[in-house]
């Protein structure tokens, strides 16, 4: 795994506070909680999805070996891999909402986009910029140098007024 944040626990509890907490995202669509952890959450959330995108069954093997529950797991593989089939990146959303008021931690509320009842609207997918027609060498080298800066010689002159 990579580098996650410590968030104060343990590594046992802070990966099952973590696959809980993608698996409850991914169930309900959106939890609050604070933006430290809503931040790591995010990274989750999102591999899951690409797994979920991708359709094979490693990939549904590794997604098994972290989500808790086979309904997260069909969610994964068919609804939000149909909703995000478009999408190269970025699924969900932190949305920043108040200060708790037992210990003042900054909460917020992640979310999944282009669903019903969100809370702020998703800005569309980048369309992918066209595919050029790659040029022939020839006709590049000759752009090149038709496009390119007049070189400057430089005389025996110039070195002398330094």
Known sequence: MTKFRKLNRD???RLSMLRTMVSQ????????TTITKAKEVRRLADNMVQL?????????????????????????FTELAYRYKDRTGGYTRVLR??????????MAYIELIDRDNELRQSKPPTP???????????????LTRQF??????KSDSDSDLI
Not at 52 to 70: I, L
Not at 128 to 142: A, I, K, V
């Open 128 to 142: 992918q910029p066209p595919q050029r027609t790659p040029l022939d060498p020839w006709t590049r080298s000759r």
């Open 11 to 13: 590594t046992s509890h």
């Open 25 to 32: 995202l991914v169930r309900h669509e959106r939890i609050e």
């Open 52 to 76: 979920g995108k991708e359709g094979s069954v490693c990939a549904a093997r590794r997604a098994a070996s972290f989500v808790r529950g086979d309904d997260v797991l069909h969610k994964l």
């Open 97 to 106: 909402t108040r200060i708790r008021v037992g210990d003042a931690a900054p």
């Open 148 to 153: 390119a800066p007049p070189k400057v010689e």
